[in-house]
């Protein structure tokens, strides 16, 4: 049966992180949210799990990922699910539990990236707080994108698996998870901050061919040439504001 | 052999979600950075990991958990995998997926809330950044915290396992650390917003019950009372800054 998706349909936002795996794997799944309400999806149908108050373990928020009678949300715990399942992670349990605490790092620079068009609040217009947000992208492009893609570098160099190779794994040999993570970070680096982003990945090279090497593989670059691949856009978390990319 | 727990040594922070789950199993740890630099502890000892240029998968920030020839960081991941060894997780995959999506949430909340003093950026000082901190703080209590306490509050209610009980659990009818870790945040929230939390928490009474079977469970009691516990303070995630707190 195929996995159920839901996520917002307009965004790439976190769910992008599951359907680069899901597209990665060749896995069939269906985009809930972004399917025909005749057919039970569209938007109705996910927010119908996020108001059922009859379900015993129902999602904080979206993304979330049904499989069968099981749904689980929060994205670093779909991509753990998944993982073993789409064969995106190694087998012994030191190299799932390196995978995730990877995958986690990347999501916490993601939430930071976020936080940079809403420094104030959540639930405030980009409009009101965009003093604030300059001087958040401007520390978070000084200090801490340097910061995590000089571990992200690093942990690329250390990897014995890396030695002599053109593409560069995040973890043993093959292609994890975190390896379509990171690629879709960069991706969303390049984007909101063509300027800022660029300068820290000069001192990145083994990231960047990590990036190109997930850009050349086939069923991703198949999935990044499809419509199901939602242009990057100003509602989701990486926003092309120039006025932050300094 | 005892775990190492490797964390800032003056802050309870995100190692006391760790330290709690340790305590509550009656584990054997040892708190590196606390110790004695003449039995090869102190801080040097923590640091050392983190500019370790030799080692392969090194922790991107602490807390992280030493176990044998294993690192892990990132606190969600470090009690992913202490909560079997500990028995503070129930024994199938739903479960273990459950409460690690349910510590994720929790783990989301709390870096809002360290966001409340740090709105403009983690590298500068909360003097610097005082008017941003307190419309932030303001969309926190206002927005945030009720929306995470009310989801907390709705799986409590949910758990079927609950009926009838004075002392409600996450998941399943026993304690796990996720249990442990929303003890620690509403602990937190106390003590940095009484107010403003105090007032959230009055429609989460599940969560509350919760909180005190937790403070009761005997070696969190103990530990509570030790001076293993380090009291909050000014330079944690959890500060009294009464000017946030409306």
Excluded at 153 to 181: C, F, T
Aim: glycine share 6%.
């Amino acid at each position: 049966m195929a996995y159920e998706l839901h996520y917002w349909p307009t965004i790439q936002g976190r769910g992008e992180f599951v359907r680069l795996a899901l597209e990665a794997a060749g896995a069939p799944y269906v985009d809930v949210a972004r399917g025909r309400v005749s057919q039970g999806q569209g938007m109705a149908a996910m927010q119908q799990y996020l108001q059922d108050e009859s379900m015993p373990r129902p999602p904080f928020a979206a993304p979330f990922l049904v499989d069968g009678k099981l749904a689980v949300a929060q994205t670093a715990a779909i991509l753990l699910y998944l993982g073993p399942r789409l064969s995106l992670v190694g087998k012994s349990e030191a190299d799932r539990l390196w995978t995730h605490q990877i995958q986690l790092t990347i999501a916490d620079l993601v939430t930071e990236v976020h936080d940079t068009h809403h420094p104030v609040g959540t639930s405030l217009y980009y409009e009101d707080q965009k003093p604030e947000a300059r001087r958040r992208a401007q520390d978070l492009l000084k200090n801490r994108v340097p910061k995590f893609l000089a571990w992200f570098e690093a942990i690329l160099q250390r990897n014995p698996r890396n030695a002599g190779k053109d593409v560069p794994h995040l973890v043993g040999a093959r292609l994890s998870y975190a390896d379509l993570s990171l690629f879709q970070l960069v991706e969303g680096l390049c984007y909101a901050f063509p300027k800022g982003a660029g300068r820290a990945l000069k001192m990145a090279p083994q990231v960047l061919a990590l990036h190109a090497g997930v850009q050349r593989n086939r069923p991703v670059a198949a999935y990044l040439a499809s419509e199901r691949r939602i242009p990057f856009n100003e509602q989701g978390i990486f926003r092309r504001y120039p006025e932050l990319d300094r």
